[in-house]
């Protein structure tokens, strides 16, 4: 009886390098994956250009003059930026006050500093007001902290010119505090 159902499988069975077997579920995975993309594709053709502000907004003609779709003009001068009691370097009347916002962990800031800061200052003197805001967006908090504890002693622009110096070099307060005795200020207070 074996040999009888072993043969009648192998005679019902056809050999396995003529038969792909796909698993039912695999299909209707399949299936429902092809419908939601299909789904997917139909609707961000249709709400893209509403997404977008396209929706009944009339374009552009191809031959508009350049002139009719120029940005809107900058302002000749911003007032709404407080400087409040930020350090400067410069004349407080001084004509131009230039604002930096800053993180002494970020590249091209300190690129900034190293470069340009102080020949901006050289070239320019008297007619230039420097304001430093903290603005630590890439990791530089505690060098902020830092530096507005090295400005409550009144030497904020040694401190920060070390802190740009070697940005890397301080990340614990133990760093900061012993930055701060090497430049003179009272590492107890600060």
Not at 66 to 80: G, H, K, S, V, Y
Not at 117 to 127: P, Q
Request: proline letters at 7%; charged letters at 20%; one cysteine or more.
């Amino acid at each position: 009886m074996d040999n009888a159902a072993s043969t009648k499988a192998s005679v019902e069975q056809p050999a396995d390098e003529d038969v792909i077997v796909i698993p039912k579920t695999l299909a209707i995975n399949v299936g429902i994956a092809v419908l939601f993309f299909i789904v997917g594709g139909t609707a961000g053709l249709l709400a893209g250009p509403l997404l977008r502000g396209g929706g009944n907004a009339p374009a552009a003609p191809a031959d508009a003059p350049a002139a009719a779709i120029q940005p809107t003009a900058l302002p000749d001068r911003l007032d709404n930026v407080s400087v409040d009691d930020d350090p400067f370097l410069g004349p407080e009347d001084a004509p131009v006050t230039i604002v930096e916002f800053s993180d002494f962990h970020c590249p091209y800031c300190q690129r900034f500093h190293n470069d340009t800061l102080y020949a901006l200052l050289d070239e320019y003197g008297d007619d230039i007001r420097f304001v430093y805001r903290d603005f630590p967006v890439v990791g530089g908090e505690q060098a902020a902290l830092a530096a507005e504890c090295a400005n409550a002693q009144d030497g904020f622009w040694e401190y920060h010119d070390a802190l740009y110096a070697d940005p890397q070099a301080y990340s614990t307060t133990d760093d900061f505090v012993e930055l701060a005795e090497a430049q003179g200020l009272d590492g107890d207070e600060f």
